[in-house]
């Protein structure tokens, strides 16, 4: 019995020893800046007989990060500065810039707002956040890659479709797919 009271005092003694002697530190978040002129939004539109594709930038953000993880961020896309990279050009782009579509008149911004990040490799992750598009918040998750996030900065991509019918976008469905795709190409530094 003795040995079991002497055992288990010093079990508490070293547990209590190490838990006083042996603090652990958690580092601060830190919040870097996206670098717009890097950052950007590339999608591709298909439909029966053709698809099409371009670019929407970045026109701010920033990105938090805990000891090299992402742990949050926000960011606003320029839909006013889209550009089409095919040979549809600026017919194209006009168009996608009317009510039909994106009506950046009224709406000439997007945002992205990140509520969860959840680690499922050492750099991988699914984001889960609300992403405003012409006024209409939805709830979306996708899988993210985490390629830097580190005092030199922070670079991250992430290949999905969005639903655009959930955003009231809904010209053309059954000739153009409700899908478009998007790859996404966030930089951000300190």
């Not at 805990?66 to 050009?89: C, H, P, Q, Y």
């Amino acid at each position: 019995m003795k040995k079991i009271i002497l055992s288990s005092a010093f079990a508490f003694a070293t547990m209590a020893l190490f838990s006083f002697n042996n603090p652990t530190t958690t580092k601060a978040v830190e919040t870097f800046t996206v670098t717009a002129q890097k950052s950007r939004v590339d999608f591709t539109g298909s439909k029966k007989s053709d698809f099409h594709t371009g670019s929407i930038p970045v026109k701010s953000g920033s990105v938090q990060i805990n000891g090299g993880k992402l742990v949050g961020g926000s960011f606003v896309v320029d839909v006013a500065g889209m550009k089409i990279t095919d040979e549809a050009g600026e017919k194209l782009a006009g168009h996608l810039s009317s009510a039909d579509f994106f009506d950046v008149a009224k709406f000439g911004e997007a945002t992205f707002q990140i509520k969860t990040v959840k680690y499922t490799t050492a750099n991988k992750a699914t984001l889960a956040g609300s992403v405003s598009i012409k006024g209409i918040t939805k709830q979306i998750s996708f899988q993210a890659i985490i390629r830097n996030a580190d005092e030199k900065g922070f670079f991250a991509e992430a290949f999905f479709p969005i639903d655009r019918t959930l955003f009231g976008i809904n010209y053309g469905v059954g000739a153009i797919d409700t899908q478009v795709q998007l790859a996404v190409h966030i930089y951000a530094t300190k």
